[in-house]
């Protein structure tokens, strides 16, 4: 089970990172240019963070479901994710939103981003960690 919870966690993180790339990088740039004034330069991001960020946000999504779900299957593993993606989708797109002067798309955009990448790494987990 550990080997398979490890597992998991780095193939998460490998397809969170992938997905992060195409949404915020390529999908997401032209509205990030076009706000410029609200985010920091490239250059002066914190790349590491950013990444040990994501692997703890990660490991907290395949351990709650290792540990919380009592079925393990592709399907649980998809209801989890589409679970978790709509509160996490809902609270970075809109929630943000709703105090951020950031451009409706961009809302629209995580709150899809997020669900999604959470669909997918819920398939992922659902497939890989079995009881």
């Known amino acids: 089970m550990v080997k398979r919870t490890i597992w998991a ?13 195409i949404l915020h990088g390529i999908l997401l740039r032209p509205t990030y240019e076009a706000t410029a004034n609200l985010w920091r330069p490239m250059d002066q991001m914190n790349m590491p963070l950013m990444y ?35 509160a996490t989708g809902i609270s970075m797109g809109f929630g943000s939103y709703s105090y951020m002067p950031i451009p409706l798309t961009l809302a629209w955009g995580w709150f899809l981003g997020s669900w999604l990448e959470a669909i997918i790494a819920g398939a992922i987990i659902g497939t890989i960690i079995k009881a």
């Open 9 to 21: 966690i780095v193939t998460v993180f490998i397809a969170w990172s992938i997905m992060d790339f």
């Open 52 to 86: 040990f960020v994501t692997l703890i946000f990660t490991g907290c999504f395949v351990l709650i479901y290792g540990f919380m779900v009592r079925q393990k299957s592709l399907a649980s593993g998809l209801l989890f994710g589409a679970l978790f993606g709509l």
